[in-house]
């Protein structure tokens, strides 16, 4: 039965830490959801007396929970999902247990992409930050194979349409390098599936290399190597929630391991 009052349920299970906001409304879809033991269609809603389960197991609801966040500095050749058919290394091997809830990353990098990734226990956070309504800027730093000319860089920023539609660089700024070989760094919006390597191509060129620098206000620095952590201090945090419109007045936790964790 559908609610008319109450929480939608893909954001309650968000908030227990079960995943993304995107992720619960995907096992919603799957059928895998019940509330008060019937199943539920995207768009339902629950109070605190009703009882949601996931694959037949209880969800505690949360009014309240403790909220941690780290930066994670992704390195090459990992990837990130929680297992692969194959063994190969992912970024939760590398990261430190949340004490609740777990890990929800902040969208994606590919394998052959590096740098900034942002990760939190707290699902309605996480779906706010990769949500296009809160405009957050994506910054990257690329090495272009091929002749870049002002007449392309002018394409970049004006727009292109890809095959899922038109996007475009905010900025776009030259930081070295020469001839065929050269670095930028650009900004993005949103985060639609290897939208800069694709723009680039679109303008025949390559992407050689693809670090994350930045997402919203929190800056990947030299002091947190590649494959090393650490938790976001007060001004970040403070910063973050701003930037998506939520309560600064909240309960951050510490983990219980040291920030910038060697691999």
């Known amino acids: 039965m559908i609610k008319s009052e109450g929480e939608r349920i893909q954001k309650i299970l968000a908030n227990a830490g079960l995943g993304s906001r995107r992720e619960m409304e995907q096992q919603i879809r799957a059928g895998r959801v019940t509330l008060n033991g019937r199943d539920v ?3 339902a809603r629950a109070q605190a007396t009703d009882q949601i389960c996931l694959d037949g197991r209880l969800i505690q609801q949360r009014t309240r929970k403790t909220r941690f966040m780290l930066l994670y500095n992704k ?5 990130v999902t929680r297992a692969d058919p194959q063994g190969r290394t992912t970024i939760y091997d590398q990261l430190p247990p949340v004490p609740e809830g777990r890990w929800i990353s ?5 394998i052959n992409s590096s740098g ?10 996480a779906h706010r930050l990769m949500h296009p309504r809160y405009q957050l800027a994506r910054e990257y730093a690329v090495r272009i194979r091929g002749l870049v000319t002002p007449e392309k860089l002018q394409q970049l920023v004006q727009g292109i349409k890809l095959e899922d539609g038109w996007a475009r660089f905010e900025e776009i700024v030259e930081s070295g390098g020469e001839g065929i070989n050269r670095w930028f760094h650009v900004v993005l919006m949103e985060g639609r599936k290897r939208e800069v390597r694709r723009l680039w191509q679109a303008v025949g060129t390559e ?9 919203g206000p929190i800056i990947l620095n030299s002091a947190v190597k590649a494959g090393q952590w650490r938790e976001l201090d007060k001004a970040e945090r403070k910063a973050i929630l701003q930037a998506v419109q939520l309560k600064t007045d909240t309960c951050w936790g510490k983990l219980p391991h040291r920030s910038a964790k060697q691999r």
């Open 116 to 125: 900034l990734l942002l990760l939190t226990n707290d699902g309605e956070l």
């Open 106 to 110: 902040v969208g994606r990098l590919a």
């Open 207 to 215: 992407v050689s290399r693809l670090k994350r620098v930045r997402y």
């Open 75 to 79: 390195p090459e050749g990992e990837l």
């Open 41 to 43: 269609q995207l768009g």
